[in-house]
């Protein structure tokens, strides 16, 4: 499989799904979407199940490889179109801190947001995945306080990942709105890429919600 396959791209608007299609733009991969509308819940219908038992999106579909799990998708494709300049080589000394914080979004962020949303009674730091949540924040606003992205000058694949991601928590009321996190965030929602894809969900999710009747 090369980066000249088209890859499909499961697809739900204004989902985790989003940042992935950003980053397709970004790469400037060829890439083909298979919308889900999960207002009426066709993640959860067989087809959709057969290739991801979880009923989740991202997916994506490159040749005979499914992909699920964004820390996952994200370093494949970046790897994929390494002339886009979005992930560093192997025998990059960032290549450790790129990994780094790629795993650290799914390991440590999500497991402590989905606790923070629940309202769930804060595990002992000794068991908890990520230590407790203000830890886990604290660890991300040392590294963006460094900037402008979490290597130093150059944005990666991981940006992209972050940056989605602190524009959706901050509008949850998940992340607080501290200066450093909106200028991060700002700094990729501001792309075209972005911009495009924004637009894109949009209309997208009109359409899906018009499609419940
Ligand atoms: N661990 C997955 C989580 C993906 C995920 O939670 N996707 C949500 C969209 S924001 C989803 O597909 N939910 C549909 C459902 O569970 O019915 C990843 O990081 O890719």
Redesign the pocket.
Same mark, same amino acid.
Request: proline share 7%; aromatic share 0%; net charge positive.
């Given at each position: 499989m090369t980066s000249k396959d088209r890859i499909t791209l499961y697809y #739900?608007p204004q #989902? +985790?799904a989003t940042g992935t299609r950003v980053l397709l733009e970004e790469l400037g991969a060829p890439y083909d979407l298979h919308a889900l509308n999960?207002k009426v819940g066709e /993640? +959860?219908q067989p087809a959709y199940l057969a290739i991801n038992p979880l *009923?989740?999106?991202?997916l994506i579909r490159h040749g005979d490889a499914l992909v699920? !799990? /964004?820390v996952a998708i994200y370093i494949y494709l970046a790897d994929l179109f390494p002339e886009a300049g979005l992930t560093p080589a192997l025998d990059d000394p960032r290549r450790g801190p790129y990994l780094r914080w790629i795993a650290y979004y *799914?390991s440590s962020f !999500?497991p402590a947001l989905i606790d923070k949303f629940m309202k769930h009674e804060p595990t002992p730091p000794a068991q908890s995945p990520y230590s407790d949540y203000d830890s886990m924040l604290g660890v991300l606003e040392t590294q963006l306080s460094r900037g402008p992205y979490l290597l130093g000058d150059r944005m990666t694949a991981a940006d992209i990942l972050w940056g989605v991601a602190f524009n959706w928590t901050m509008m949850f009321g998940l992340v607080p709105e501290k200066d450093v996190f909106k200028a991060y965030a700002e700094r990729i929602t501001s792309r075209p890429a972005f911009q495009r894809i924004s637009a894109a969900d949009d209309a997208m999710a009109a359409e899906h919600a018009a499609a419940c009747g």
């Open positions: #739900s #989902s +985790r999960m /993640q +959860r *009923g989740k999106v991202p699920t !799990e /964004q *799914g !999500e």
